[in-house]
Every structure is written in C-alpha cells, then in structure tokens.
C-alpha cells in the first residue's frame, strides 16, 4: 500500500523559514517523480515543486521560486520542502504527492493526509 | 500559464441522480486531464487520468469524457458517498494548475 506521511508543519512568523518532509513507503521511491501541492484555508489547489527521480531536476512556479527547495533521499525514500523568506500567503495545507510516473507530466496518483503551515506574527 | 475554469461552483443532486462537472481549458491540453476528489477533512484522491482512464479502486459509476479544450466528470447513480469537492487538473504543461473546484452536495 502506498503511503505519504509528512511531517514538520506549524505557526512560523513571516520572513521565517520552515521544512516540510515526508515519508514514503509502499512502492519504490527512487522509481517516480515526487511533488508538492498547497491548498490555502477554504480555497483551490496550487501546484508548489516537482523532483525527478534522481532529484537532478526541479521545477517550481514563479509565486514559490527562488523562495522554496525541493529535494529529495531515495536512500531514505523522504521527500524535502525547504521554505524560505515564508509570507502570510504561503499559509496552506502542504500535501506530499507521488505523480504517476518516471516523467514529469504526469498526474498525482498517491497524496499524503497533508501538513498545516500556518505564516503569522 | 494554462488556465482552468470549472463549472459550476457548487452542486446539489438527489441520490441516484447523474450529474456533471465541466472543464475547459485556455488551450488544447491533449487529454492531459485528471480529476480528484476532496471529502471534507481529507486529502485529494484521484479518479481520473488521461482523460477518460478509471484509477485503481475508483467505482464505475465515475466517468471521464472530453477532449481539446473541453472536458467532464460524469457521476452515475449519485450515492451519499460522493459528497467532496471535485476538482480538475491539467498536467499537459508546466505548470500543472488546477480548477477551482466543484461543491457537490445531496439535496
């Protein structure tokens, strides 16, 4: 059974830096494409980073790049978000997902039960 | 950026009903499209990709249609389950992005 656990989430103050990590299990990590995608409080769904399997490639939108860092372990089969210089919108659920397969456009087969981060003096 | 615009907002059926959720996309997407379910509280889950492909362990009464710009979600037999927020995704080009969402709810 896959699984996605992420863990590291809570109330940081603007500016402020925050890392998110998740665990995997159930398929063999190095073998697929990992994601993150943010859901704000009450709102839509925006996608936040993209890693090969190798973690030599990463790919972010321009309201998170520069800011935020996808990586990954496959030794530890872990999934990494670094988030810095955080702003009061970045304030979301963080869902870990596994995209279905060993490219990049594919779509988010597995997601994890997501972790809060909330942006806040 | 390719953007997705969803209809509509919000959704109230009977059980058994059929109902349908569109898509359209703001350029040909290739059938680049998946559509996940969101229960209140939980996490997303898949139902459809490619379009028209039925994930593992979704239920048959979920369909998939559509092509170019245009597509649907199609809810057979509407069960108390399948109340969730419903939304689209396009991963034809980066960025991935997302429709707003649909609020389906049992009258």
């Known amino acids: 059974e896959v699984q996605l656990v992420e863990s590291g989430g809570g109330l940081v103050q603007p500016g402020r830096s925050l890392k998110l990590s998740c665990a995997a299990s159930?398929?063999?990590?190095?073998?697929?494409?990992m994601a993150w995608v943010r859901q704000a409080p009450k709102k839509g769904l925006e996608w936040v980073a993209t890693?090969?399997?190798?973690?030599?490639?990463?790919y972010y939108p321009d309201s998170v790049k520069g800011r935020f860092t996808i990586s990954r372990d496959n030794a530890k089969s872990s999934l990494y978000l670094q988030m810095n210089s955080l702003k009061s919108e970045d304030t979301a659920t963080y869902y870990c997902?596994?995209?279905?397969?060993?490219?990049?456009?594919?779509?988010?087969?597995?997601w994890g039960q997501g972790v809060m981060v909330t942006v806040s003096s | 950026d390719i953007q997705m615009t969803q209809s509509p907002a919000s959704l109230s059926a009977s059980l058994g009903e059929t109902v349908t959720i569109e898509c359209r996309a703001s350029e040909d997407i290739y059938n680049g499209l998946a559509w996940y379910q969101q229960k209140p509280g939980k996490s997303p889950q898949l139902l459809i990709y490619n379009a028209n492909s039925l994930h593992t362990g979704v239920p048959s009464r979920f369909s998939g249609s559509g092509s170019g710009t245009q597509y649907s979600l199609k809810i057979n037999s509407l069960q108390s389950e399948d109340v969730a927020s419903y939304f689209c995704?396009?991963?034809?080009?980066?960025?991935?992005?997302f429709g707003s969402g649909t609020k389906l709810e049992i009258k």
């Open positions: 159930g398929f063999t990590f190095s073998n697929y494409y």
């Open positions: 890693i090969s399997t190798s973690g030599s490639r990463t």
């Open positions: 995704q396009q991963y034809y080009d980066y960025p991935f992005t």
């Open positions: 997902a596994r995209l279905g397969g060993p490219s990049l456009a594919y779509y988010f087969d597995y």
